[in-house]
């Protein structure tokens, strides 16, 4: 009696070709074809892929990739940065969103954009998803140490579909609670709108132990994926975050974009939760974002993801925008 959503991505190669002498088993195509799937895989979703002999490089990179994620866990290779989020009635800063890094000993940082699918298709994303949580919580802790806050600050980390999936989820989160002291109240957990709504009344239930721990819970990229909203009536969530998509394009007059947002605004009052958007980069958008209600905005304009040191030097200096 439940309802799914089911998307694929296919790879297709082609036997039998002058232009394709590395084929000379079925293996061979197969191997090819299972390159070109992950290829359309890294495109979105819902697409297909005709293999080219390009990718076979871009396999033996991946392969690569693999090979050294694994090890990267293990050596402590990742960093986190930070990025504010501002409350829009104050313009200062009220949290901070914990973003993973990795700092390869050889090719330099990694963007997450390439490490990040790897590691979600490989498991890697799970011990690694652990260590950001728990770092972010001890950064939040030393913080707390140094500046005497009007209000609690906040740290968001996200949490990916493999993470969210797991069944000893929530008494991780709530052993690192313990083991860092940080208040339940002052840790916010993202996840996806299409993570949610992969196994609705899964999620419900996981939700609702998380929210249990008296965590703060958000949807993240909102307006992306294809939420019903008799269920997200049902989420126990507090924020809502529109995706930069729709913030990038509020200041080409009062279109589409605009009243999107002002609509997940509305909708996000009408629930009792409250408004994140991300992506904010001029002045101009974040004086839509104000006239139209929502409480809380990230992005460029107001600072990019920083390292720690730098994260504590902007607190330091007390910014209002």
């Given at each position: 009696g439940r309802e799914v959503f089911v998307t694929a991505s296919i790879g297709i190669a082609v036997g039998g070709e002058p232009t394709a002498p590395s084929r000379e088993q079925p293996e061979h195509l197969l191997r090819d074809a299972h390159t070109a799937m992950y290829r359309a895989k890294a495109l979105g979703t819902g697409r297909y892929q005709v293999f080219n002999a390009s990718m076979h490089d871009l396999a033996l990179e991946r392969l690569q990739l693999e090979t050294?994620?694994?090890?990267?866990?293990?050596r402590r290779e990742f960093l986190l940065h930070y990025q504010p989020f501002v409350s829009l009635t104050s313009g200062k800063i009220i949290g901070?969103?914990?973003?993973?890094?990795?700092?390869?000993?050889?090719?330099?940082?990694?963007?997450?954009?390439k490490f990040i699918p790897v590691a979600e298709e490989t498991g890697a994303i799970v011990p690694l998803g652990e260590w950001v949580l728990e770092e972010a919580c001890r950064q939040l802790r030393l913080w707390?140490?140094?500046f005497d806050f009007d209000r609690p600050l906040i740290m968001s980390v996200n949490l990916s579909g493999k993470q969210?999936?797991?069944?000893?989820?929530?008494?991780r989160i709530q052993a690192i609670l313990g083991a860092t002291g940080l208040n339940a109240e002052s840790l916010k957990l993202e996840i996806t709108?299409?993570?949610?709504?992969?196994?609705?009344?899964?999620?419900?239930?996981?939700?609702?132990?998380m929210k249990a721990l008296n965590v703060k819970l958000g949807i993240d990229d909102f307006g992306t994926g294809y939420?019903?909203?008799s269920y997200l009536s049902r989420f126990p969530t507090d924020t809502l975050k529109v995706d930069?998509?729709?913030?990038?394009?509020?200041?080409?007059?009062?279109?589409?974009?605009?009243?999107?947002?002002?609509?997940?605004?509305?909708?996000?009052?009408?629930?009792?939760?409250?408004?994140?958007?991300?992506?904010?980069?001029?002045?101009a958008q974040l004086a839509r974002l104000r006239?139209?209600?929502?409480e809380y905005g990230q992005g460029y304009f107001f600072a990019k993801p920083l390292p720690s040191d730098e994260a504590t030097a902007l607190m330091a200096s007390e910014p209002q925008w």
């Open positions: 050294d994620l694994r090890m990267a866990v293990k901070f969103e914990a973003l993973v890094r990795w700092q390869h000993p050889q090719r330099g940082l990694i963007s997450p954009v707390e140490g140094m969210f999936a797991q069944p000893d989820l929530v008494d709108e299409s993570v949610v709504m992969d196994d609705v009344e899964s999620a419900i239930a996981v939700l609702k132990q939420s019903s909203l930069k998509s729709f913030v990038g394009l509020m200041e080409l007059g009062e279109g589409e974009n605009v009243a999107i947002v002002r609509t997940i605004v509305a909708l996000a009052h009408a629930l009792g939760m409250d408004v994140i958007a991300e992506g904010v980069e001029t002045a006239a139209i209600g929502c």
